[in-house]
């Protein structure tokens, strides 16, 4: 039998998006961990839904998309660095890198001072195909946003931020703060 939450530790007149919310946040019963879980499934499988609808139509995927928005964010950024962020196989950004070069969507040049590194960036479609996915998710992203008000955002902020690991938290701060991801 599912667990059912505590509703008499959380006063029936408590709005669920005021501070006062998480005031429980020791006593969370199974159920109400669960309930995170399935919205963390349903609000990713949505949030993806209308960039899957493009990338669907390109013959592409959820890599392409992840390789198109950090090539996009970060421009020159080498294959080692992205292989760190993405936290993958040299292979398999091979099976990715590969067809968004040769479709012309990113382009590969020589390190600066290390010849043998690859730059990558986007080309001008590879820009517009980053834009309008960003785009479309921008859209589900404010709406979100503007529903849960400022405070909801600082704590989904929170929120995400915990549940990543020191890795992905400091590639993060690197990527905010617009430094270099650590050489390979």
């Given at each position: ?42 609000g990713y499988r949505d ?138």
């Amino acid at each position: 039998m599912p667990l059912k939450p505590d509703l008499a530790a959380r006063p029936q007149t408590e709005d669920r998006g005021s501070p006062a919310a998480g005031r429980n946040l020791l006593f969370l019963r199974e159920e109400e961990l669960r309930l995170a879980q399935d919205l963390l499934f349903f609000g990713y499988r949505d949030f993806t839904a209308g960039a899957d609808a493009i990338l669907a139509g390109l013959d592409m995927g959820r890599a392409h998309h992840r390789v198109l928005h950090f090539v996009g964010r970060r421009p020159g950024i080498t294959v080692g660095d992205l292989l760190g962020i993405l936290g993958i196989t040299k292979q398999s950004l091979g099976r990715v890198l590969t067809p968004l070069v040769e479709d012309g969507f990113v382009t590969q040049s020589p390190g600066r001072n290390d010849r043998r590194q690859r730059l990558l960036s986007l080309t001008e479609k590879g820009a517009a195909l980053e834009r309008s996915l960003f785009e479309r998710q921008r859209d589900t992203v404010m709406r979100a946003y503007r529903e849960a008000g400022p405070q909801a955002v600082e704590g989904f902020r929170r929120v995400m931020r915990g549940l990543m690991g020191p890795e992905a938290r400091a590639a993060l701060d690197r990527l905010e703060a617009g430094s270099p991801e650590p050489s390979r």
